[in-house]
């Protein structure tokens, strides 16, 4: 599929129906906002977007220009669930909210959606008084409901969907805002074709690999979960049948994700009610993927991207909310700390790691990391001073000197390495002396060191490399040596440093490719298989030798002689004085990033 790119605005987004679909036909989301802090936090870890929370406190002159305006604007107002209250319900009045929107951006297209008793509501009066609306600020509207089970889903569930145009685009009209068929346009000219029906692709029992007593499933809801078989409130119980047998069976939050259509790797955020809960609020990807498709293809019929490329009308920059710079920590610092963060809001929030469920997060073993109420959506929303009080009161702290492992995660530790703004260090500038007792410890010898950091001093002096060699490079002295440093790796990653063995060990290295991102399951990567990790790292470590943590000048004749094979005199380029180097320092290029592969990711 040509994808052709364009942006959109996700108001009431829940856990992102429309998200999920537009980025697959090429959208950029601008802006999002839903009330449910849950629904926020699912949002954040799944697309990487920091949603606004109330629709009231947006700001119209900074809201982005965008092409498309998708809104699945409360429905419970006018659901049968209900009580179809409509205009007197306080969650309806977020549609005028939206229409001050409409009026003062003027979007290009809009995408409503909401449930099939809107349209007969008040004998029609509701429907017509929003068509009416929408019609008053040139928008042109064609509206259709649409099934789930119609478009290969086996989920009977019915979704009126409302698709309007501005004139700006389009040839205006004076026909009536509202048909009396099943469908209606109201004037968009050349009409607007909703998706045609599919067939079923396969039956609940094949969907979800049980055989049950439904060939389609009931509309899932919010409420009335665990309802009697024979109840009307029923929608997620069913008969199983087994070999001999029948027994009552319960749709999962799994079965619900797969029956909306969300990938098997979507993770929701919350309790197992909230869970349910964002899922019965949802739409079934497959609509709006259908939608958003004609949606694209109308647009490219009316030639409309070829003419908002002239009036430069995309706008692919967001402002989302940064909660980064907190002044008194550097990065590595708050990197370690917003990290542990995180991995607190995974545990509150019951989002699966390649751990399982998160049962205990320590400093270390005993220092517990707790605070029950932090969301991702909070972390993500906070203030500086807010970050700082969230870290003090949540008991983070950083990882002492002596310990390898930075946090503990149901007693397994954990090394945490961040590629932004720098190269994680594995062996920390380290002379040769303590690399005697790291090889005595390890039963190696140092003449094979002692040859390549000889070798390294003969091509910087020589002006064949400068002071850091990555690993790949053709005159790496190092690379050809590559079962030798593998112990001498392991050890620096996992057990100790040049000073000894660390008091806490780590059993797995962390990656985190970017901080300031919120593109959580794009960003994070993890290795418990040593040997693995340095296969893979391998072709990506810069050597150096350097100066810092040498004080050559203040050791013992002892202490000197030990470190005396690897020191060399080198002319400082700024001041152009004399100094000795002789600590080797080894980090990773940041660019092992661009290699990370969902085979190590650390969500599943």
């Known amino acids: 599929m040509n994808k052709t790119p364009f942006t959109f605005i996700d108001l009431f987004s829940g856990i992102g129906s429309f998200h999920y679909s537009l980025k697959q036909l090429g959208g950029e989301c601008v802006l999002a906002c839903d009330i449910d802090k849950n629904a926020n936090s699912t949002y954040i870890f799944n697309y990487g977007v920091v949603p606004h929370q109330n629709i009231f406190d947006l700001q119209l002159e900074q809201i982005p220009n965008s092409d498309l305006l998708c809104a699945g604007f409360p429905c419970q107002a006018f659901s ?13 009045q977020v549609f005028y909210q939206l229409l001050k929107i409409l009026k003062y951006k003027k979007i290009p297209c809009i995408v409503l959606e909401n449930v099939p008793g809107l349209v007969n509501l008040k004998k029609g009066q509701v429907f017509d ?59 968009i000219g050349e009409a607007f074709e909703f998706p045609t029906k599919t067939n079923l692709s396969c039956t609940l029992s094949e969907l979800l690999n049980k055989k049950l007593n439904q060939e389609v499933a009931r509309t899932i809801r919010i409420g009335g979960r665990g309802s009697p078989l024979d109840s009307r409130y029923n929608w997620d119980g069913y008969i199983l049948f087994q070999s001999n047998s029948t027994t009552e069976y319960r749709l999962s939050i799994k079965d619900c994700l797969v029956l909306q259509n969300f ?29 958003g498709k004609q949606v694209i293809k109308f647009l490219k019929k009316k030639k409309y991207f070829q003419h908002r490329n002239r ?17 008194q920590l550097n990065f590595g610092e708050f990197g370690e700390f917003f990290i542990k963060a995180q991995l607190l809001c995974f545990k509150n929030q019951n989002i699966q790691t390649v751990f399982g469920d998160i049962q205990k997060l320590e400093n270390t073993p005993g220092q ?14 906070f203030t500086n001073i807010e970050l700082k009080n969230c870290f003090e009161k949540s008991n983070i702290f950083k990882a002492k000197n002596s310990s390898k492992a930075d946090v503990f995660i149901n007693n397994r530790g954990l090394s945490i390495k961040i590629l932004e703004k720098g190269y994680p260090t594995i062996i920390n500038h380290t002379h040769r002396q303590n690399f005697l007792q790291v090889l005595e410890y390890l039963k190696l010898d140092i003449q094979i060191l002692d040859i390549c950091i000889l070798e390294y001093h003969n091509l910087c002096q020589n002006n064949k490399i400068g002071e850091d060699i990555i690993n790949s490079h053709p005159l790496s002295p190092f690379y050809k040596f590559k079962s030798y440093f593998t112990p001498i790796l392991q050890y620096f990653l996992f057990n100790g440093s040049g000073r000894g063995l660390s008091e806490l060990p780590a059993e797995i290295v962390l990656f985190v490719k970017k901080i300031d991102s919120c593109d959580i399951p794009q960003n994070w990567f993890w290795f418990s ?3 693995q990790f340095i296969d893979e790292i391998w072709d990506f470590l810069i050597f150096s030798i350097r100066d810092k943590g040498l004080n050559y000048e203040k050791r013992s004749c002892e202490s000197k002689k030990k470190m005396a094979p690897w020191i060399d005199k080198y002319k400082s380029r700024k001041t152009q004085k004399i100094k000795k180097k002789g600590c080797l320092h080894v980090r990773i290029h940041k660019s092992f990033g661009l290699k990370l592969q969902n085979t190590y990711k650390f969500f599943p």
């Open 80 to 92: 049968n669930i209900g009580f179809k209250k409509g205009w007197k319900d306080s969650r309806s």
């Open 129 to 187: 008084t929003i068509l009416t609306h929408l019609k008053n600020l040139n928008y042109e509207c064609s509206w259709k409901i649409l099934n789930c089970l119609d478009y290969g889903i086996p989920q009977n569930r019915k979704r009126v969907f409302i698709v309007g145009f501005h004139k700006s685009i389009l040839e205006s009209s004076s026909a009536s805002p509202r048909a009396t068929s099943p469908s209606g346009t109201s004037g």
């Open 263 to 291: 990938s098997k790797n979507f993770q929701l955020c919350g309790c197992k009610t909230n869970k349910y809960k964002q899922i019965g609020n949802t739409i079934p990807t497959n609509l709006s993927f259908a939608i």
């Open 311 to 327: 009036k430069n009308l995309h706008n692919p920059k967001s402002f989302l909310m940064d909660p980064f710079g907190i002044n």
């Open 368 to 381: 517990l990391i707790q605070n029950k109420k932090l969301t991702l959506f909070q972390l993500y929303t």
């Open 529 to 531: 298989n040593s040997q």
